[in-house]
């Protein structure tokens, strides 16, 4: 492969948008959404053995891949794709891998929405925290509130999130607002070990921890007052925001499966420049095994984020007597079937968040005229971004946007700069109460060491892939 | 025999080092459960034995760290001490001593989600063995 970093072309007459021209082993040109700093980076990163850019070269030279390997505003280097990765394949001629979603499957954010307001928190901020980080299982080695028994995960990874509502957990109104209404079909709990599902007995309705998080935010600013008004959201209002996935099951069914697909790599003579990047053909009995596998592992993190919803919504009852609705739930680890140009397709998306537009069905009933709200989490100390989809992002990244920040400093380097009480402290100062199950966990999630949330997000706004509605920005945060 | 953590922008690289390769396979995971806890403050009472099998010794690797994840959430258990007492490139036979998670006294910190293949490696050179990958965090 050329060791020439300047493989960046701008595209002409378009803002925030770069193309790699087909090159080597690569069937597609890669576009990348960025400015020059972005941009700057990738290029400065090139040579390093595992860079972004090597990973979007490699991602695009899989069989059966359409139209363009895609990297969003927030890349960075992933396992065998990048973070912030998106890839679509035909389901005749292309391959899916397991690197395109990832060892946490179908991780996501979900955001609530109150009746209150900033000055209604005020005088309980202290308290609802501590009720949320009593309540919410979160760190490593809690346990969940439901334990499940062999048959009843099985029947979780194929019923998603409305098996929990079924239980109590949520309501009808819940399910309307999750992607794909909580549960997508074609999983199969036999494709799924043994051992996964042992994972997962006493972790449904846990946070994890890491960079698993859930914030009180503000709505600070308002962009788009129409699309904000269709979405319930005014200034000053109280959000709850979580981001999590599901947790044990997913990482196992990522490990079972890494290794599998290493192996039908080589059995089928697909490229495998990168171990991380095993991957089989759609068609093959190994390729549909694994999609059975993520769509239960897809359905178990929409179950997952239900349990805690519900957890939140019962907090709020008990502390301000008020119910709360949700806005949205969105996933930024999966690879799913969609239909594109009326062409049924397999989409990869890795770190990157489905970003549906107006008009389309997927979207509720109440949303579809203005699109679906993308819920874009930035860091602890910084704020968070609700987007709505657009036209253009249907066009060119198949509904898709980036998911977050992205992290600019190892977890290493974060440990040696930041100490976990000083950032409390710190964040305490600008009236953000942090209570976090790890201190060692603050050190390496500190707002330093991510990329600056505001311009990952204004970027693809300038991009005009996504639309911003409103910025919030955090007054408490939980950590795993 | 030690270990050492090595950079990666988003997770964090583990690698064991040994004169042997049951040295170097015992001290990865020894770093690996010392990213989840100050495993100083454990007491190694109870024994599990943990057996794989592999097609080779990358796959070894994955599958002997992945074990032991997968035994941390099913028997909620955390380890600090390793004895591998057989390994080729496709078996390890081993006891891994710990305990059961106790909030009061363990200090908890990241939970390490899988082991990967990025970056992995095992290598012999003149002083001994490494054993190395990204972790997933």
């Given amino acids: ?480 | 025999m030690s270990y050492e953590y090595f950079e990666h922008q988003a997770d964090i690289g583990i690698r064991g080092k040994g004169n042997t390769l049951a040295e170097a396979f015992e001290q990865a995971a020894l770093a690996m459960f010392e990213i989840m806890v100050d495993t100083i403050d454990l007491n190694p009472t109870e024994s599990q034995i943990v057996e794989i099998e592999a097609d080779n010794s990358e796959e070894l690797l994955i599958s002997w760290l992945s074990e032991l994840l997968f035994l941390k959430d099913v028997e909620n258990k955390i380890f600090s001490r390793f004895e591998i007492s057989k390994i080729d490139d496709n078996t390890i036979v081993a006891k891994a001593y710990g305990e059961k998670i106790d909030f009061s006294r363990h200090k908890l910190k990241l939970e390490v989600k899988a082991a990967t293949w990025t970056q992995l490696a095992i290598k012999k050179h003149d002083n001994g063995y490494i054993a190395q990958c990204l972790v997933d965090v």
């Fill in chain 1, 1 to 480: 492969m050329s060791n020439n970093s300047d493989v960046f072309q701008k595209v002409p007459n378009r803002e925030n948008l770069w193309t790699i021209e087909k090159r080597n082993e690569m069937r597609v040109p890669a576009f990348i959404y960025g400015d020059e700093k972005i941009i700057n980076e990738l290029r400065a990163d090139f040579n390093r053995d595992w860079s972004a850019t090597r990973q979007i070269m490699n991602v695009a030279s899989l069989p059966g891949i359409q139209k363009g390997m895609l990297a969003m505003s927030d890349v960075h280097p992933g396992y065998g794709f990048p973070i912030g990765g998106v890839a679509a394949f035909d389901p005749a001629e292309g391959v899916v891998s397991m690197a395109g979603v990832g060892y946490d499957i179908n991780c996501g954010v979900r955001t609530m929405i109150t009746d209150l307001t900033k000055e209604d928190l005020e005088p309980k901020k202290k308290d609802i925290i501590s009720e949320l980080f009593q309540s919410v299982p979160a760190g490593l080695g809690k346990p969940g509130k439901i334990k499940l028994e062999i048959n009843q995960v099985n029947e979780l990874l194929i019923e998603g999130a409305p098996y929990v509502v079924n239980m109590g957990y949520g309501t009808d109104d819940d399910l309307i607002n999750t992607e794909e209404n909580g549960v997508i079909p074609g999983a199969d709990p036999e494709k799924v070990s043994h051992k996964a599902k042992k994972r997962q007995y006493n972790q449904i309705g846990t946070l994890g921890s890491g960079n698993h998080y859930l914030e009180l935010q503000i709505v600070d600013k308002i962009f788009d007052q129409e699309v904000a008004k269709t979405f319930g959201l005014f200034q000053n209002q109280l959000l709850v925001t979580f981001h999590c996935g599901s947790r044990g099951l997913g990482h196992q069914i990522g490990t079972d499966y890494s290794i599998k697909l290493v192996k039908a790599s080589k059995k089928y003579g697909l490229p495998l420049p990168d171990k991380e990047l095993g991957s089989a053909p759609i068609n093959s009995a190994e390729g549909q095994s694994y999609i059975a596998a993520v769509n239960a592992g897809i359905n178990c993190a929409f179950a997952n984020r239900q349990v805690i919803a519900h957890i939140v919504r019962k907090s709020f009852k008990k502390m301000f007597n008020t119910e709360i609705r949700q806005l949205y739930d969105v996933g930024h680890n999966t690879s799913k079937f969609e239909i594109h140009d009326g062409k049924k397709l397999l989409i990869h998306r890795k770190g990157s968040t489905r970003a549906y537009g107006p008009n389309q069905d997927h979207v509720p009933i109440a949303y579809r005229k203005v699109g679906q709200p993308v819920l874009i989490g930035g860091t602890m100390g910084t704020s968070s971004f609700i987007l709505t989809g657009t036209d253009l992002g249907m066009k060119e990244t198949f509904g898709s946007a980036c998911h977050g920040a992205g992290r600019c400093m190892s977890r290493t380097k974060a440990k040696k700069k930041y100490w976990g009480k000083a950032v409390i402290g710190n964040l305490e100062k600008k009236g953000i109460i942090v209570r976090a199950h790890s201190f060692a966990g603050i050190a390496e999630e500190a707002p330093g060491a991510y990329k600056d949330v505001e311009h990952v997000v204004n970027t693809m706004h300038n991009a005009g892939v996504v639309k911003k509605v409103v910025q919030v920005i955090p007054v408490g945060v939980i950590k795993g």
